[in-house]
């Protein structure tokens, strides 16, 4: 009952207050990236939701587009602006996913939403993340984020998806917050966010 219906009710609800709420915040890093990004505000590309389902995923951008002699974008680390990183560090770049959420494409707890891209080598098991919306949190992001495996964060996701409920939600939102004050699990060990899943399978 909580998946089908509660759960839908709770996300509209809050993501609509969330929007009301944070509009301070969000005017204030609207002018900040503006002035920052010379205009470029969005960053918007498409993910896989519930049932692989794509859709186009909304949130504040916190890199510029600076490229190599061959027209190839600069690594993470290099094109992350120090406005950006401290968007970044907040979770504040996650704020336009409310309306994500409002759209019916996302939750505001599930597995965060990952590349169409990676659809192609996820297990079976694996693959039973996309059993539930995607949501702007979730299990694997309080249980390390960008700091753990993409092995494990689909093991957390899947876990997820067998033990969903209201409680485990609850405990994810506020674990949530506890990590957006602490700054953890922002950077992998490699990257300023994390490499990507399909190139980590080339490389095997």
Avoid: C
């Avoid at 079976?124 to 539930?132: F, L, M």
């Amino acid at each position: 009952m909580y998946n089908h219906t509660s759960k839908r009710l709770i996300d509209l609800l809050v993501s609509l207050t969330g929007i009301l709420l944070s509009l301070p915040i969000t005017i204030s890093t609207v002018l900040a990236l503006l002035i920052t990004n010379r205009g470029e505000l969005l960053f918007i590309q498409q993910r896989s939701g519930k049932n692989g389902k794509l859709f186009r995923i909304i949130k504040f951008k916190t890199m510029n587009d600076k490229q190599n002699a061959d027209g190839q974008l600069l690594s993470d680390e290099k094109r992350l602006t120090k406005v950006g990183l401290f968007v970044r560090k907040l979770s504040i770049d996650e704020l336009p996913q409310l309306i994500n959420v409002l759209k019916g494409d996302m939750s505001l707890i599930g597995p965060r939403p990952l590349l169409p891209e990676y659809l192609a080598h996820y297990t079976p098991e694996q693959a039973r993340r996309h059993d539930v919306r995607p949501g702007i949190t979730g299990w694997a992001q309080v249980n390390g984020r960008n700091t753990i495996s993409w092995e494990k964060k689909f093991e957390y996701d899947v876990w997820y998806v067998d033990n969903l409920s209201f409680a485990l939600d609850v405990k994810i939102f506020w674990l949530t917050i506890i990590k957006i004050f602490k700054r953890e699990g922002i950077s992998s060990a490699t990257s300023a966010t994390m490499e990507r899943f399909d190139l980590q399978i080339t490389k095997k």
